[in-house]
């Protein structure tokens, strides 16, 4: 395929991505279904363009930046406090599926070596982080359960992909050391976070001496390829890598960002992501014309299809299974979690054992198996078929069953909760003050004194303090930029107390970002008017 063609397919693709997102709206069904739906019609349509998908390729180009925005969204507080759930599901659901897969697969197909079933396991027990959010941002769910979730997504690829490096080693060697893999999968894992957090810290320094808006958001896209494909070539887990970075960015995000490169960032890396993962999805359908092509004899594909379907099946039951347990035993055996955290309500545990849409990763893995490895074909049929049952039928019904279980009945979006609505009010409040005593002490300034004077009726009313309207005033030039500079100064001084009153705790992160919105559109139009 020639340059120009691969443009015009991309373009082609593009505009399918449009045309599904739309007709996801109007069926009010998830975009990732019709995605994938999409390029399924597509992959059968004649004369369509056969799509070779190198699996390095799609690992490396779509995956960081993805999971870099899921992580810099990510709620830190709300992470780090969850970090128990998220690690039974993300590593000890991740290995259960993995054995109960394999197993199963074994049990179905004797002649397969225990090594091959266990690789397919692994391929296929990560939910995946860009299936996750494509779902979840849909849906109205409980903030301690929208936590768990992303979460969760954020550090399964890690730990299901480690599993299949592992399961490939044994099949191609011909031998398994249970201490040296286990030794490898902290030495992996823990090499990712820490060549994260060095990015990360890199990144967050270099950010406010770059100086210019569009020179610090091209910086953030390269800083989640340059995390990822770093901690690949050092052999370490480049998803933890990238998945650190991102978190540590977004933590210190509102001191080291401007106003206008936060607003301008935010939509940039809205629009990539929705591109992204359109591609994705549609690209998963498309390849099922290679998977069709690799299968010569279409009566061996018939056989195979119902394997798919039971397989699809046990992966969706083996979430479920370990939810259960994973949650009652612990509250059980230990008296103190039980005091400090309540049982979750068998309503959230149905809908956590229910997301386990896989995607991606599930794909690339299972294209990355050597072309002598025992029955790549079979793994690589069977692992499109769970990607396609767990995104069609759980990605499709999930919406439902959140309704049915009346988790939704907030009618929020995720991200909001009551939990921080009698935090906003004093946190408002702390904020308006600092602005008005900032006006309050340079009114007494020799020089800015008139000025600052003549503003402390605005800032009294924002504050709450006098119901008296602010009279503006003054037609030189100079007076107006020193109101502004004024004004300014006052707006730092509350960004700087609400992020005083973030780092002590008072407030939540959604509380934070609520207010310093307002107070970054206040800058930015002030700094417009300065031009």
């Known amino acids: 395929m020639s ?22 709206r109007a069926l009010r069904i998830p975009p990732a279904a019709a995605y994938v739906l999409g390029g399924m019609a597509l992959a059968v349509t004649p004369g369509a363009p056969a799509v070779d998908l190198d699996p390095d390729l799609v690992m490396a180009l779509f995956l960081p930046p993805l999971l870099q925005s899921s992580a810099f969204f990510t709620v830190w507080r709300d992470f780090r406090a969850n970090l128990r759930p998220i690690l039974l599901l993300a590593v000890g659901c991740v290995g259960f599926t993995t054995l109960v897969a394999g197993a199963v697969l074994k049990l179905l197909v004797p002649a397969l ?6 690789a397919f396991g692994a391929i296929v027990s990560p939910p995946d982080a860009v299936s996750a959010s494509a779902v979840l941002e849909r849906l109205h769910l409980p903030r301690r359960l929208v936590s768990v979730l992303e979460g969760e997504s954020l550090v399964n690829d890690a730990s299901g992909l480690v599993l299949f490096r592992f399961a490939v080693a044994a099949v191609l060697t011909g031998g398994f050391n249970a201490w040296e893999a286990a030794g490898s999968f902290a030495v992996v894992g823990l090499g990712g976070i820490a060549l994260g957090y060095l990015f990360g810290r890199a990144v967050v320094w270099s950010m406010p001496r770059l100086g210019d808006t569009r020179l610090e958001i091209v910086a953030s896209f390269l800083s989640a390829w340059a995390s990822y494909l770093a901690a690949e070539a050092l052999g370490v887990s480049g998803v933890l890598a990238t998945v650190t970075c991102g978190l540590l960015m977004g933590w210190y995000q509102h001191a080291a960002l401007s106003a206008r490169t936060r607003m301008e960032a935010q939509a940039t890396w809205g629009s990539v992501v929705f591109v992204l993962e359109a591609l994705v999805f549609i690209l998963i359908g498309l390849s099922l014309r290679g998977v069709l092509l690799r299968v010569s004899d279409h009566r061996l594909l018939l056989t195979w299809l119902p394997l798919g379907a039971v397989l699809s099946v046990v992966v969706m039951l083996a979430r479920m299974v370990w939810v259960f347990p994973a949650t009652y035993l612990p509250h059980l055996l230990l008296p103190g979690l039980r005091a400090r955290e309540p049982i979750p309500p068998v309503a959230m545990l149905l809908v956590v054992g229910w997301s386990g849409m896989r995607g991606v990763v599930s794909l690339a893995a299972a294209l990355a198996l050597p072309g002598s490895f025992p029955g790549r074909d079979l793994i690589l049929v069977l692992t499109f078929c769970v990607i396609l049952a767990t995104v069609l039928v759980q990605g499709t019904t ?5 309704r049915a279980l009346g988790l939704d009945a907030a009618g929020g979006h995720q991200r909001k909760g009551p939990a921080t609505a009698p935090q906003e009010a004093p946190a408002r409040a702390a904020v308006d003050a600092a602005m008005l005593a900032l006006i309050e002490t340079r009114a007494t300034d020799p020089l800015e004194g008139a000025i600052a004077q003549d503003l402390l009726a605005e800032y009294r009313n924002r504050a709450g303090w006098s119901t008296r309207a602010h009279r503006s005033g003054g037609a030189a030039n100079a007076e107006h930029m020193a109101r502004r500079v004024l004004r300014l100064d006052a707006i730092r001084a509350g960004r700087a107390r609400l992020l005083d009153l973030h780092r002590d705790g008072s407030i939540h992160d959604e509380v934070l970002m609520t207010l310093e919105r307002e107070l970054d559109l206040e800058e930015l139009r002030l700094l417009d008017r300065q031009r």
């Open 3 to 24: 340059p120009v063609h691969v443009l015009e397919l991309v373009l082609m693709l593009l505009a399918v991505a449009l045309a599904l997102a739309l007709a996801a």
């Open 113 to 118: 070596p225990w090594a091959a079933c266990f």
């Open 398 to 402: 999930l919406g439902p069953m959140v």
